[in-house]
């Protein structure tokens, strides 16, 4: 039996598969991304949360991870912070390809597609990792037939912690396939708040005077046509959910789809 399993020989399997990491990017001295094997039995939404982690001294040690890639990928892709001394990601930040990492079987979370009503454009709040499920969810082609224009918008403190503007600017508008869903139809708009930067500040103080909206050439949030969704750090969500509740959005869920849903990005 393998070690992974002895905590619950039970007789029932494994909560967990077995990946394997297949490659790993660092990109700054506290955020990396990496890429892993994916059982053909998993199934996710795009936009969904799993368990991650690693077996540490014979025991699982895992903490709900956005899944940044789509359901439809081959692999999967995750998006981590690396916590000083933390429990998992000081152990995790050192993982290289060919090292096993283990993934929960049951995939959830509320930024999910079907949690929003029909719309017009799909707005894509975060701050920080906060961006991960959206890097699944703007690969999606789903959100392409749903929606006619998807704004993704990623705030942080220096521009060096934007680091997917090259997937986003680049290698998306390149795709063979995505290539055609996003042109003219997905818009990037990055934030910095504690450097100088094209687009300096807060996103919600960006919507509340309007700048943004006159970035990016839209009207003003309207819940008869704009949906969105939000992940990040804790203030950013509240903050976030007053403005939209004061504009008249309602939020949703799988149960009773909304204008709006929220989830918390990763914190160790
Ligand atoms: P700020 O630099 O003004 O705090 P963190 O690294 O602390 O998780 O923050 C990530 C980004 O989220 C930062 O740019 C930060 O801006 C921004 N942020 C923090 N709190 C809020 C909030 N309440 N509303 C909007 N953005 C926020």
């Known amino acids: 039996m393998s070690p992974v399993a002895e905590p619950f020989a039970t007789g029932r399997p494994s909560p967990f598969f ?11 001295d506290e955020l990396f991304s990496f890429g892993t094997t994916r059982d053909p039995g998993f199934r ?6 799993v368990m991650l982690g690693l077996e540490l001294r014979g025991r699982p040690l895992l903490r709900a991870y956005s899944i940044a890639s789509p359901s439809w990928g081959e692999t999967l892709e995750f998006y981590s912070i690396k916590v000083e001394g933390g ?10 390809a060919g090292d096993t990492v283990l993934v929960g079987r049951k995939p959830t979370g509320t930024l999910v597609l079907d949690a929003l009503r029909p719309g017009r454009t799909l707005y894509l709040l975060s701050t920080g990792t906060g961006l991960a499920p959206f890097l699944g969810l703007i690969r999606e082609p789903d959100v392409y037939e749903r929606f006619e224009r998807v704004v993704v918008t990623h705030t942080c403190r220096a521009v060096a912690d934007l680091t997917h503007a090259d997937l986003i600017l680049d290698e998306l508008p390149g795709d063979p396939y995505l290539g055609e869903l996003v042109s003219g139809r997905l818009t990037y708009y990055p934030t910095v708040t504690r450097e100088e930067f094209l687009n300096r500040g807060r996103i919600t103080e960006l919507i509340d005077s309007g700048r ?14 704009d949906r969105v969704m939000i992940c990040g750090g804790p203030a950013f969500l509240q903050d976030a959910k007053d403005a939209l509740l004061t504009r008249g959005f309602e939020e949703g869920s799988l149960a009773s789809p909304g204008d709006f849903v929220i989830e918390k990005a990763f914190v160790e």
Not at 44 to 49: A, I, P, R, V, Y
Request: glycine letters at 4%; proline letters at 7%; aromatic letters at 14%.
């Open 44 to 49: 996710f939404d795009s936009g969904q949360f």
């Open 212 to 225: 943004m909206f006159a970035d990016i050439g839209a009207p003003a949030f309207d819940p008869a046509a």
């Open 18 to 28: 077995e990946e394997k990491v297949t490659w790993v990017r660092h990109w700054t």
């Open 87 to 96: 429990p998992l990601t000081s152990h995790l930040k050192l993982i290289k």
